[in-house]
């Protein structure tokens, strides 16, 4: 900003270092931009060149695969309802695992978020050690722990659950202890002075305060759990993507039971989230008033 | 509560009280009780407790042990007595032919040395094992009659394993297995096998000093060349695949804030007037955010065929709805005064745009497109190993042959690098550029309270 205690200088002074100012942003934004743009053109080459099918060729059959598999659900709608209360169990049990791997995440994510937080800590010499235990409980993807898990323990959810689970405390533990921080630490003080325990602390003292923030978070984290599980069923951990991937295998004739998941997986996803995302807003503006 | 009302009585007064405690304590108790309930039925819906029998200790066992060490596989072809020296008895580790390392001596009779008094000796006939502590394992194949073992007097214990076709003996020092058509010696060492360069490679088993003095005489190029093309890991492929992977993430995101971001103005109750477009827009959002990224991945590669640019426009579908649904709700709570402001200055409506909503909207937009580019590295992880690109592929393909273990380490802690990485970037970035708007600071703050939408 302008040098305030300096003598002012005459208008045109200010006016031609100001024009030369936004020019000379100009210019740096102009360069990011070219830049910006230059890197989307090479990227998208470069993943053109190196895909099966090319882009040009494959945007106008886009809609060739869903035409196919809905047609052939439309000519077979009757047997519709029949599949989905088929397909009801799997779909149980992909939700199966988000709930209990969402739960054991934020059981797991609150201890790490307390463990990594000042003045919360009970050893707060380890709080790094705690730290880069969600740092790199986060950056594994799912698939890896899972699919390492499902040769040791065979397909099925509990792979899943786990691997999820590891994840899901991590993201939570980071998103949790940027809670805690914003949390006041005087009930943590006042009862620490009448000789509360740690567990006593934090669950009396912490836990009240960030309650409503760290709800609101396992929410959303149910939202994107869901849609994980689903996906690690793709590569073998049971539930409904297990089911959409056999299905698919089975190709044409068999396109009525994919529509049936696609419909399954759709409406479940929508509706968790409409309901997750009502119940967030209603804890935040709760919380608000 | 009701406390101001002025005739209650402090009777009345008590008993509230211990109502209004009675209900917490019950929400207290009851709801981890509610949890708890479920896990229990989650343990048996999913079978926990036959997950035992389920594990197989031979797989957790060579999972754990072949990741960080490897063995070298001393063969004997029975038919012709043949011996050659393979790391991890894969033709791309194979010592050339009348070569060994210094442990195994070749000849007539074949001595491989497995340390600590342990021997075996591939003899023109007999395969002998020299255990100490215990004696002379001798074992002959047959054609015909099969292996036939002599074992010193006593019990067999339970670290051999004779059949009528097949010895096999374990020992801390090794392996060796018999059968009648070949004899085979594991010699286990720690490590990660041949991992700058194969055996064809002349810098193998160089040190890192005269390496160092190689290349600082001309050879840097070709020292370069044996590592990047080196056949057991293939760090040319690795390296594309991670390249590939972050391409995904990177053409994904932002192409579905570029995309998103005009869609997100027709998606808005202040700048789009016209009622159905606006609803249309937004149950557009929401269609394309609840078919999954899964569902988009299988479409498109059934259009697009399998590689890096299927999962690139998967992950930019199922984004577009997200990022439409986060910009208009930050449009819809943009300030008007400022774009008012703007107006007054005679600006046309693109300038308007431009300068009076832009400059609000443009931490929560930058914010989020580094959020996202951040998890979908992840994504592009996962949605590789479906759609056949990128390190999820190598790492599926890895997993599925179910002996490269080493290999298997090796990329899951490629994986975690890159994610920890793209995080601490996209944090890196996301400061600098939302601090460097002067004055900004509590900014982002402020909006990610207002949305919880933050994805970590």
């Known amino acids: ?289 | 509560m009701t406390v101001l009302s002025t005739n209650t009585g402090l009777e009345e007064l008590k008993q509230e009280a211990e109502l209004l405690f009675q209900r917490k304590r019950l929400f207290n108790f009851g709801l981890p009780a509610l949890v708890v309930l479920y896990l229990t039925y989650v343990f048996f819906a999913f079978d926990v407790p036959g997950l035992w029998s389920k594990l197989s200790p031979d797989n957790a066992y060579t999972l754990v042990s072949d990741s960080y060490s490897y063995k070298t596989h001393v063969t004997r072809d029975n038919r012709d007595a043949s011996v050659s020296v393979a790391i991890e008895g894969e033709r791309k580790g194979a010592y050339p032919e009348g070569e060994a390392p210094s442990w195994v001596t070749l000849g007539e009779t074949t001595v491989i040395d497995l340390e600590n008094g342990h021997v075996v000796r591939f003899g023109p006939e007999t395969i002998e094992y020299d255990v100490p502590g215990y004696g002379l394992i001798r074992a002959t194949p047959d054609r015909r009659r099969g292996v036939q073992a002599e074992l010193p007097a006593g019990e067999v214990p339970d670290w051999i394993n004779v059949s009528k076709n097949r010895l096999a003996v374990t020992t801390e020092a090794g392996r060796l297995t018999v059968t009648r058509s070949r004899s085979e010696v594991f010699r286990y060492f720690m490590g990660w096998e041949l991992f700058f360069f194969t055996l064809d490679s002349p810098y193998h088993g160089m040190g890192v000093g005269e390496l160092a003095s190689r290349a600082a005489t001309g050879e840097a190029a070709a020292i370069f060349n044996d590592f990047w093309t080196n056949k057991m890991w293939r760090h040319q492929d690795v390296a594309w695949a991670i390249l590939e992977t972050l391409l995904m993430a990177f053409l994904g995101t932002l192409g579905a804030g570029l995309i998103a971001l005009p869609l997100a103005f027709l998606a808005t109750r202040n700048f789009m007037p016209i009622r159905t477009l606006r609803f249309t827009m937004r149950r557009l959002f929401d269609f394309v955010r609840g078919v999954d990224a899964l569902i988009w991945t299988v479409v498109l590669s059934r259009a697009f065929g399998p590689g890096p640019l299927t999962g690139a426009l998967a992950i930019l579908v199922t984004d577009t709805g997200t990022f439409g649904k986060i910009f208009s709700e930050a449009l819809e709570n943009v300030d008007q005064k400022q774009i008012e402001g703007v107006q007054s200055t005679g600006a046309r409506p693109i300038q308007r745009y431009r300068f009076g909503v832009i400059p609000q909207i443009t931490p929560v937009l930058l914010s989020q497109l580094l959020y996202f580019l951040e998890s979908n590295t992840r994504s592009a992880t996962i949605i590789g190993a479906i759609t056949g690109g990128g390190i999820g592929l190598l790492l599926t393909q890895a997993i599925i042959t179910q002996k490269d273990w080493e290999e298997v380490a090796y990329y899951i802690v490629l994986i975690i690098l890159m994610v920890m990485l793209m995080d601490w970037f996209s944090g890196w970035l996301r400061r600098r550029l939302i601090k460097g708007d002067e004055g900004k600071k509590k900014k982002p703050k402020g909006t990610s309270k207002a949305k919880p939408f933050v994805l970590p």
């Open chain 1, 1 to 289: 900003m302008a040098d305030l205690s300096a003598a002012p200088g005459s208008v045109s002074e200010i006016r031609d270092s100001y024009v030369e100012l936004t020019q000379r942003r100009r210019v740096y934004g102009g360069i990011l931009l070219v830049l910006f743009v230059a890197l989307m053109a090479a990227g998208f080459r470069t993943a053109d060149n190196r895909n099966a099918g090319s882009f040009s060729d494959g945007f106008n059959r886009i809609f060739d695969y869903p035409t196919e598999v809905l047609g052939e659900a439309w000519e077979k709608v009757g047997l519709l309802p029949g599949h989905i209360l088929h397909f009801l169990p799997a779909l149980i049990e992909t939700i199966n695992i988000a709930a209990a791997s969402t739960l054991i995440g934020v059981v797991a994510g609150t201890f790490l978020a307390l463990l990594s937080t000042r003045g919360m800590a009970l050893w707060p010499r380890l709080i790094p050690l705690f730290r880069r235990i969600s740092d790199v409980f986060r950056a594994i993807p799912e698939i890896v722990i899972a699919l390492v898990l499902i040769f040791l323990l065979g397909g099925g959810p509990v792979p899943a659950m786990i691997a999820i689970a590891i994840h899901t405390a991590g993201a939570l533990g980071k998103l949790f202890s940027e809670v805690n921080e914003n949390a006041s630490l005087k009930p943590v003080e006042g009862l620490h002075s009448v000789g509360a325990s740690w567990a006593q602390r934090m669950l009396l003292g912490v836990i009240p305060q960030v309650g409503p923030n760290y709800v609101s978070y396992a929410l959303l984290r149910f939202e994107i759990n869901i849609r994980a599980s689903a996906i690690l069923g793709f590569v073998g951990a049971g539930g409904i993507g297990y089911e959409l991937r056999n299905s698919m295998a089975w190709g044409q004739g068999r396109y009525d039971e994919a529509a049936a998941i696609f419909l399954l997986l759709f409406f479940t996803i929508v509706v968790v989230d409409q309901i997750s995302g009502h119940l967030r807003d209603r804890l935040t503006h709760g919380a608000r008033t």
